[in-house]
């Protein structure tokens, strides 16, 4: 598939891009993208959770009345869950919810992701740029040049650029990264993919290693 370059004006600049097959034209696995969007978000987690159980409730250990002669259940401890402000039964314990995925069913993930924003012509490269400062205004005049305002969009650079991040950073539904860092989440999330022309290549050697 061959794609033309555009500039920062959103005018093309007459060059083009073609983008490999077998990383933008391979038939998606669906499952490989759940799990490595499942591990993402599991990633996210804290798993700082905690609630007190009966035994690490501070109660008095003594019986809260007698066991007979009440007319009602025995009671031992005011620490039993059937009270109000006894432990609670199987609560929440810190945990780590992470897990390993290899990195060839990472790999493909991506590549199936790439593919589906490829067919659905959710893909434009532009030209390598950079700001000269951090300045939104820049940046969201980028966006307007392409069609591009209040779209979701991920911009994956061939590395980190600190002005262009800063300016696009305070914009909703916009994202930046970079060919190394990019994940199968973002991919997902973004409605358009902003290529630049030095990263499509990156990004091809990266996912066919």
């Known amino acids: ?11 093309a600049t007459g060059k083009t891009v073609s983008l490999s097959d077998e990383v933008f034209g391979i038939e998606p696995n669906e499952h490989v993208v759940y799990l490595d969007v499942k591990q993402y978000l599991a990633n996210q987690r804290q798993g700082t959770h905690k609630s007190k159980e009966r035994a690490e409730v501070s109660y008095s250990t003594r019986k809260i009345k007698r066991q007979k002669g009440t007319g009602g259940a025995r009671a031992g401890s005011i620490k039993s869950p059937v009270f ?3 432990g609670r039964v199987f609560g929440p314990r810190p945990r780590d919810y992470s897990f390993k995925l290899n990195k060839k069913v990472k790999a493909l993930a991506r590549k199936s992701v790439l593919s589906q924003k490829a067919k659905a012509n ?3 490269v532009v030209e390598d740029f950079t700001f000269d400062a951090p300045k939104t205004k820049q940046y969201l005049s980028f966006l307007s040049a392409l069609s591009l305002t209040g779209k979701k969009t ?3 650079l061939p590395e980190y650029n600190n002005n262009v991040y800063l300016s696009g950073r305070n914009i909703p539904k916009t994202n930046i990264t970079t060919a190394g860092d990019v994940n199968t989440y973002d991919l997902i999330n973004a409605e358009v993919l902003l290529i630049s022309e030095t990263a499509v290549s990156k990004l091809e050697n990266l996912l066919n290693k």
């Open 84 to 86: 109000v402000g006894g």
């Open 122 to 124: 959710g893909i434009s």
């Open 1 to 11: 598939m061959e794609l033309s370059v555009l500039n920062i004006k959103g005018q």
């Open 154 to 156: 991920l911009l994956i």
